[in-house]
């Protein structure tokens, strides 16, 4: 599956932004998808995940209560709605496919990647 994300940019601390990535093949409603983010000079990490149903979600505690991910897989799309964003969420975004329909909270479960999308929280 190919990915492709979309929607990041420049937001004042508070705002919201949506994150779309769109997928390309058969069986995008058969694979678990998740977000996860890379700040300067910091390593990957999870942001979220859902299942192939969109029933299980899965959030990293950093962002609880904050960001919603979903799915509508009538257009191979999953979306990460990001509200009351804080400077500490700025990083590149990239979204994952995982060829299982169940989802995980480590970027090794994931065998697709996006080429990722830029968020940057002003304060």
């Known amino acids: 599956v190919q990915l492709q994300a979309f929607g990041g940019g420049l937001v004042q601390a508070g705002g919201s932004l949506r994150l779309s990535c769109a997928a390309s093949?058969?069986?995008?409603?058969?694979?678990?998808m998740g977000w996860f983010r890379q700040a300067p000079g910091k390593e990957r990490e999870f942001v979220a995940a859902i299942s192939w149903t969109g029933r299980i979600t899965y959030y990293a505690d950093s962002v609880k209560g904050r960001f919603t991910i979903s799915r509508d897989n009538a257009k191979n799309t999953v979306y990460l709605q990001m509200n009351s964003l804080k400077p500490e969420d700025t990083a590149v975004y990239y979204c994952a496919a995982r060829d299982s329909g169940s989802p995980a909270k480590t970027s090794a479960d994931f065998g697709s990647w996006g080429q990722g999308t830029l968020v940057t929280v002003s304060s």
């Open positions: 093949g058969r069986f995008f409603s058969s694979y678990a």
